[in-house]
């Protein structure tokens, strides 16, 4: 479902935020 994609692209935001 389009929540689960961004959800993850959010994590992935994050991710690359705190590295």
């Given amino acids: ?3 689960q ?4 692209d959010g ?3 994050m ?3 705190m590295a």
């Fill in 1 to 3: 479902v389009m929540a």
């Fill in 5 to 8: 994609r961004a959800l993850a």
């Fill in 11 to 13: 994590m992935e935001l």
């Fill in 15 to 17: 991710a690359n935020a």
